[in-house]
């Protein structure tokens, strides 16, 4: 594979699996494969649009503003010193998310999933502080985190999938090497945080 298409192949799987998609990545993969499926569709398209609106649509939408109005090309927002606003605008949207989800008594579970995100969006802009790290990476951490702990929850085996979204994890953190915005250090410690997070916020309510 020459240069060009390893880049085009690296921001491929970085678009696919964008940090914002991980809490619809992880709702629809229990609305499809898990007892969840039974619940009204009506429901499960309720949850998957709160979820939509708040972790996708508005911090896409802020960000692009941000970008427009500071006239900022994705390159000059990948750095460290411009990623200060756009996480705060993002965890704004969550926040908003997880409130409007505890009004309509959403299941804890539910809650969980954005809970976490929005605690490894808190360490991201902690982090960010002073150092750079994955987002891409928690946010397939946090995918690969919310599988075991909705394996335990629900009694399924989870090796099968556990070892794609490890494989996929892989080839993600080394797109992001690839593409020069992280550093081996940042991917391993931005998966570690997704999971941790993950696996945390979605299993405390249970325990």
Not at 58 to 75: D, G, L, V
Not at 103 to 122: C, D, E, H, S, T
Not at 177 to 194: D, E, N, P, T
Request: net charge positive; with cysteine; glycine share 4%.
């Amino acid at each position: 594979m020459n240069e060009k298409k390893l880049i085009l192949a690296a921001k491929t799987l970085s678009t696919i699996f964008s940090p914002f998609y991980t809490p619809i990545w992880v709702l629809l993969g229990l609305f499809l494969f898990s007892y969840l499926k039974m619940l009204p569709f009506s429901y499960k398209l309720f949850i998957l649009s709160m979820v939509y609106i708040f972790t996708i649509l508005i911090p896409r939408a802020c960000i692009s503003m941000f970008k427009h109005i500071n006239r900022q090309t994705n390159i000059q927002l990948s750095s460290r010193e411009h990623r200060h606003l756009p996480y705060i605008l993002t965890l704004i949207s969550y926040t908003v998310c997880f409130i409007l989800m505890t009004r309509f008594n959403v299941p804890m579970f539910f809650k969980g999933i954005v809970m976490a995100a929005l605690v490894a969006q808190i360490i991201c802009v902690m982090v960010n502080a002073w150092w750079k790290i994955s987002t891409h990476m928690v946010g397939i951490g946090g995918l690969t985190g919310a599988l075991l702990a909705f394996s335990s929850l629900f009694y399924f085996n989870p090796v099968i999938p556990a070892c794609v979204l490890i494989i996929i994890a892989g080839a993600l953190g080394t797109s992001r090497i690839i593409l020069r915005q992280h550093s081996v250090s940042q991917v391993a410690v931005g998966f570690f945080v997704g999971l941790v997070c993950s696996m945390v916020f979605i299993l405390k309510d249970w325990m």
